[in-house]
């Protein structure tokens, strides 16, 4: 059984940080590409970033330049560093542990619980 937990939301306000992490149990966590969701009240789900096995990234337009992503293998472990952060960043947080296929990332039934990020004054 895949268990992902999220940590580090929190509320912000516009222009400050946060630093989320997804734990990864119960597989190989090298084995899997891995992406970060957002999902606003009335929003779709969207995409963020996602990084590959052997660390290829991609992010949406939205959060380029401002959010960076990583893993580590040794520590089962993903980030999302969100600098710059906007009131129209505020969504909860999801992580995924999916596949690579062709250049995409295709996300699994694997996902977190989920951690609220408010961007707030």
């Known amino acids: 059984q895949v268990q992902l937990v999220e940590s580090g939301g929190g509320l912000v306000q516009p222009g400050g940080s946060l630093k989320l992490s997804c734990r990864v149990s119960?597989?190989?966590?090298?084995?899997?590409?891995m992406g970060w969701y957002r999902q606003a009240p009335g929003k779709q789900r969207e995409l963020v970033a996602d990084?590959?096995?052997?660390?290829?990234?991609h992010y949406a337009d939205s959060v380029k330049d401002r959010f960076t992503i990583s893993r580590d293998n040794a520590k089962n472990t993903m980030y999302l560093q969100m600098n710059s952060l906007k009131p129209e960043d505020t969504a909860v947080y999801y992580c995924?542990?999916?596949?690579?296929?062709?250049?995409?990332?295709?996300?699994?039934?694997?996902w977190g619980q989920g951690t609220q990020v408010t961007v707030s004054s």
């Open positions: 995924n542990a999916g596949q690579e296929v062709s250049g995409n990332f295709y996300p699994s039934n694997y």
């Open positions: 119960g597989s190989i966590f090298s084995a899997h590409a």
């Open positions: 990084i590959f096995r052997r660390g290829a990234i």
